[in-house]
């Protein structure tokens, strides 16, 4: 399959643990990229590769990748947090696969 | 700083086509691949395609759903993206991003241009 498939929703309390996953079959070859993107601006990536976290991301945003799965976790999740998370990988033609979404709230 | 701007777009009839613009610095451009990916109101990220560096010998790659439609171009003496749209319809109607390709499958992404068709 050359799809990605991520939960449609996920809420977390105020300073709690949440996971974000996403399952591929191409994720067995390639690392999850994820994105963050709150409403009306434009993606940014919080995570990618096996340990890359982009110049400014705060710590409390880490990766993990095991078999078909790729997981975005945030420890202690903060009320900015909330937003809409994006996993995408490639094939091995090079086409890029997005997952859904998760729509992430803060309680 | 990394910047993208993208521009061209706005309101389109039917059957018409449209090519957007997407200006780059702050970044080796030259030394970037450039992605173009749409969104919806209300709906999820979709990829539209690629194009490589001139290294690469400026190969494209394009979603399935849009190949046979789109071509996306490049202009490094201008640190320039394109994406020509050919037989819009109103299912084309999306904000319309650039983002560049350094490290991450993407890494920035620029603000976006929307994109309606209607008649």
């Known amino acids: 399959s050359s799809e990605l498939t991520q939960d449609p929703a996920v809420s977390v309390a105020l300073g709690q643990t949440v996971r974000i996953t996403c399952q591929g079959d191409?994720?067995?070859?390639?690392?999850a990229n994820w994105y963050q993107q709150k409403p009306g601006q434009a993606p940014l990536l919080v995570f990618y590769?096996?340990?890359n976290r982009p110049s400014g991301i705060p710590d409390r945003f880490s990766g993990s990748s095991s078999g078909i799965t790729a997981s975005l976790t945030i420890t202690g999740a903060q009320a900015e947090d909330e937003a809409d998370f994006y996993c995408?990988?490639?094939?091995?033609?090079?086409?890029?696969?997005f997952g859904g979404g998760t729509r992430l709230t803060v309680l | 700083e990394v910047q993208l701007v993208e521009s061209g777009g706005g309101l389109v009839q039917p059957g018409e086509s449209l090519k957007i613009s997407c200006a780059g610095s702050?970044?080796?451009?030259?030394?970037?691949?450039m992605h173009w990916v749409r969104q919806a109101s209300g709906k999820g990220l979709e990829w539209i395609g690629r194009?490589?560096?001139?290294?690469?010998?400026?190969?494209?790659i394009y979603a399935a759903s849009m190949k046979d439609r789109v071509t996306i171009s490049r202009d490094d003496s201008k640190n320039m993206a394109y994406l020509q749209l050919n037989s819009l319809t109103t299912e084309d109607t999306a904000v319309y991003f650039c983002?560049?390709?350094?490290?991450?499958?993407?890494?920035?992404w620029g603000q976006g241009t929307l994109v309606t068709v209607s008649s």
């Open positions: 983002a560049n390709s350094l490290s991450a499958v993407i890494d920035s």
């Open positions: 702050g970044f080796s451009f030259g030394d970037s691949s």
């Open positions: 194009i490589k560096t001139k290294t690469n010998k400026y190969a494209t």
């Open positions: 191409s994720l067995r070859n390639y690392y």
């Open positions: 590769g096996k340990t």
């Open positions: 995408i990988s490639r094939d091995r033609s090079g086409i890029v696969l």
